[in-house]
């Protein structure tokens, strides 16, 4: 076990730095996923409460076990994409999709055939569906700047500035807290949501259909497996840790099934996160497990009075939550582009999953990304042959 002569100011700061990626962006997408799906106050509340929580429980546990900064949390991708398909299913009906991902990933986990699953599905086919389904935030985030100037331009300038000199704070917090500050020193702050009542976290009933299990569950899986569950297992490995790979995926498939008894997507080992509390930056490496505790405490308070920032931050004016999701995702647009276009022999496959992704359509009761995998996995594998 642990104890607290490990803790110091280095781990400490890479925790808390981590914990407010989590907490800063994210949940704006998860509400914005949950209007589209046409979710009551609770259900939103629920969803945000089980991500954070049991994924502040992950990252507790798991470090305090493996003395590895594994940090656990929820999939930021996974809730862009369930914002195209909320809309298409039942709440129970999503409840059940979100249990049948964990039951994926704990097969996958069990069987140790992460590496071979990830190598079926091209990468570069899994970034331009992904690219595709969050083009329309970039867009919007675009469009909000120019309606909030000041406050948009601004913290794009922040946004810049961390990016160019100062490698310590993610620049995306850099913006997200700038635009925050100068959100509440121009506009008005809207205090309602301090008035909430009490939301007691409950089980949720689920129910399970092929399509749903075929249409979000799969590619919900494969978008965390893929995309957290592989970039934090990544980190930790190039920060040299042995990660136990197939029990943390295991372990993320227990927790999503939990979650989503819970109403979250997932819990998950995450990817940019660990990457941080796993860094050089984060003080000598056999302490280092204390900034993943670090920002699992964060989480995990967050979660717990979700049902007081929910209603908070659904209170937000549009155009400013269309800045905050705009940072949120511009880290995982820009890798999603990068990735998709960077083999020249597969330019066919993307261009079409990212097509098909960003056209939001819906054919024979499928959505547009899976429409995106299939056929770009179809082109890559059978004409350009990848």
Known sequence: MGTLKDLNYKNSFAGIISGLLAITGPPALILQAASNGGFTNTQTIMWVFSVYTFGGIFSILAPLYYRMPIVGAHSITGVAFLATVTAQFTYQGLIGAYILAGVLMLIVGSLGIFSKLMSFVPKQIIASMLAGMIVSYMIN??????????????????????????????????????????????????????????????????????????????????VVLSNDAAVGLGALEQN???????????????????????????????????????????????????????????????????????????????????????????????????????????????????????????????????????????????????
């Open 240 to 386: 040299d840790y042995h990660p136990p790979i197939n029990r943390l995926i295991t372990l993320s498939g227990i927790f999503t099934i939990i979650a989503g008894f819970f109403g979250g997507q997932s819990t998950n080992v995450a990817g940019m996160m660990s990457a941080i509390c796993s860094n050089q930056d984060a003080g000598p490496k056999e302490k280092r497990y204390w900034a993943a505790i670090v920002s699992g405490i964060i989480l995990v308070i967050f979660g717990v009075f979700s049902w007081k920032l929910v209603p908070f931050i659904q209170g937000l004016p549009q155009t400013f939550t269309s800045i905050l999701l705009g940072f949120a995702l511009l880290g995982v647009f820009g890798n999603s582009l990068n990735v998709s276009f960077s083999k020249t022999k597969m330019k066919i496959s993307t261009t079409f999953a990212f097509v098909i992704a960003a056209s939001n359509i819906t054919f024979l009761n499928i959505s547009s990304p899976i429409w995106s995998l299939l056929i770009g996995t179809l082109i890559a594998r059978g004409i350009e042959k990848s």
């Open 141 to 222: 985030y675009v469009t909000a700047i120019t309606r909030l100037p000041l406050i948009g331009g601004l913290s794009l300038l922040v946004y810049f500035v961390f990016s160019r000199w100062d490698k310590r704070i993610p620049p995306v917090i850099a913006g997200i807290l700038t635009a925050i500050v100068l959100f509440i020193a121009t506009e008005t702050l809207s205090v309602g949501g301090f008035a909430a009542p009490l939301v007691f976290p409950s089980v949720q009933v689920p129910e399970f259909g092929f399509l749903a299990f075929f249409s979000v569950s799969i590619p919900l899986a494969l």
